[in-house]
T-cell receptor
């Protein structure tokens, strides 16, 4: 039982390049989330998926797209990376319901030059 | 807008003492509040959840209080150990909202031997 896994762990992009961050969970959770974490800003929600086949915007969705590929996988795509997207990205999942505990992956550290 | 404030500075305490971390929130009424621990280079890990109708919750050396009048939660670690050194995040969630937690920026705790 690996929990929540993310790939890659580190990535350096040039401005304008695109990339996809991958996330998978093996806990049979219904809900999945993408956050970014910047110094002094805390975790901010980018997108979430309450269940397979649905996605919704969070607090900071601009510049990102997501795909809930199946119940296990939730990917985050940067179409045209900008230096402002330099951050640590975390994927999380939860069972479902109104008071879920969220389980986080190890994070992807992204630098955009 | 909703705002969450945690201890603005890092907190250093001596081993064996009780650490008390503060989480204040404004402009909303959380149905419950979660506390997470985050170690450097890792994703947050869930510790405790307390609901609006609960005054106090305990788990081993951890204790959380929730005062909806003061709009504040306190997180206590008794008999602290150097292994408790980490960043602690509070995450209130308003009732009726979609599956979104709002995270504070965290308090960095260092327990000195």
């Amino acid at each position: 039982n690996a929990g929540v896994t993310q790939t890659p762990k580190f990535q350096v992009l040039k401005t304008g390049q695109s990339m996809t961050l991958q996330c998978a969970q093996d806990m049979n959770h219904n809900s999945m989330y993408w956050y970014r974490q910047d110094p002094g800003m805390g975790l901010r929600l980018i997108y979430y998926s309450a269940s397979e086949g649905t996605t919704d915007k969070g607090e900071v969705p601009n510049g990102y797209n997501v795909s809930r590929l199946n119940k296990r996988e939730f990917s985050l795509r940067l179409e045209s990376a900008a230096p402002s997207q330099t951050s640590v990205y975390f994927c999380a999942s939860s069972v479902d319901g109104a008071s879920d505990t969220q389980y986080f992956g190890p994070g992807t550290r992204l630098t955009v030059l | 807008s909703q705002k969450i404030e945690q201890n603005s500075e890092a907190l250093n305490i001596q081993e064996g003492k009780t650490a008390t971390l503060t989480c204040n929130y404004t402009n909303y009424s959380p149905a419950y509040l979660q506390w997470y621990r985050q170690d450097p280079g890792r994703g947050p890990v869930f510790l405790l959840l307390i609901r609006e109708n609960e005054k106090e919750k305990r788990k081993e050396r951890l204790k959380v209080t929730f005062d909806t009048t003061l709009k504040q939660s306190l997180f206590h670690i008794t008999a602290s150990q150097p292994a408790d050194s980490a960043t602690y995040l509070c995450a209130p969630r308003a009732s009726g909202s979609a599956r979104q937690l709002t995270f504070g920026s965290g308090t960095q705790l260092t327990v000195l031997p």
